[in-house]
């Protein structure tokens, strides 16, 4: 297949190692991926603070980028974002309509039918759960929001991580629960986002795992600075990296202290109160999703769709 690959603004800008990972997984398990490098936004931001005028040219740019998925020049669009391939199939052609860009519309639904978050394209796609991964580490994961509710991916990616040679994968509990991002949510809610948050880390915690995975570094990066701050030496990483993790290329953040010691047990945080500051002298705290420098996203996104 030849796949263009829809990296995602918040990706390309802070966490490229997903794209990148995305981009070699699919190119061991013998596919093409292109980088489109007109993409940029899909609006998603917009549309969800209101901005639905504003949004449209946004839209409009992103659907022109990746129409050439309709003319057979790709196969298959894949976004590693549950809540951006969300906002493609749901909200696009809505907000188009909405504004009287009825043709933009239709063209907006055609390219979404075309368009997989990356559990989507392995499993459903391309049918397969056993990509060849290889991750010796301790993961619990966390289904985003998006993934779970928006676009329905149900248990996909658990199929893929239970395949994975090495891994020790732990149930979270309340998986299902939001950690509280919500994009702007967590800027207008700040203290209901960071109660949530510390909820979420408290379970993570209490797993023992060391790797926290989700398909969404929006809502990595939340939970992974609540678990930076309070000194848990849990680090975070996207599903895209543990697929595209082997033997001969294996993922490794700045600073592993997983499987060692026992992640510090963070308590439930009374309703309402928000989440306390790191602990003078608390151990090291986990690498900041975006400033590992693993093996496997040796090269920019754009480098890694040549």
């Not at 504004?99 to 933009?104: F, I, P, Q, S």
């Not at 849990?234 to 993922?251: D, G, K, M």
Request: hydrophobic share 45%; with cysteine.
């Amino acid at each position: 297949m030849r796949v263009a690959l829809f990296a995602t603004c918040i990706n390309e800008a802070m966490f490229p190692q997903a794209p990148a990972a995305t981009a070699r997984l699919l190119e061991r398990l013998g596919h093409e991926v292109v980088f489109p490098e007109a993409q940029a936004c899909c609006g998603q931001m917009h549309v969800n603070t209101g901005y639905f005028r504003e949004a449209v040219p946004v839209i409009r740019n992103h659907v022109r980028a990746f129409e050439p998925v309709l003319d057979g020049e790709w196969d298959a669009v894949v976004g590693p974002s549950g809540s951006c391939v969300g906002s493609v199939r749901h909200q696009q052609a809505m907000v188009a309509r909405r504004e009287g860009e009825d043709r933009l519309a239709r063209d907006a639904e055609l390219v979404a039918a075309r368009t997989y978050e990356l559990s989507e394209l392995l499993v459903d796609v391309l049918g397969l759960t056993d990509v060849g991964a290889w991750f010796p580490h301790s993961v619990t994961y966390h289904p985003t929001c998006h993934s779970l509710r928006m676009i329905k991916v149900g248990d996909k990616p658990l199929r893929l991580l239970r395949a994975v040679e090495g891994i020790d994968l732990v149930d979270l509990p309340e998986a299902e629960a939001c950690c509280g991002f919500g994009g702007t949510f967590s800027l207008k809610n700040s203290e209901t986002s960071a109660a949530m948050v510390h909820e979420k880390v408290r379970h993570v915690v209490s797993t023992g795992a060391g790797v926290l995975v989700a398909g969404d570094y929006s809502c990595l990066m939340n939970m992974a600075g609540s678990l930076s701050r309070q000194g848990t030496g849990v680090h975070a990483a996207h599903l895209a990296e543990v697929l595209a993790s082997t033997r001969a290329e294996p993922w490794s953040p700045t600073v592993l202290a997983v499987d060692r010691t026992p992640a510090t047990a963070v308590p439930a945080a009374p309703p309402g109160a928000a989440v306390p500051a790191a602990r003078p002298g608390a151990a090291v705290p986990a690498a900041r999703p975006g400033t590992a420098a693993p093996p496997i996203s040796p090269r920019t996104t754009a480098e890694a769709g040549r």
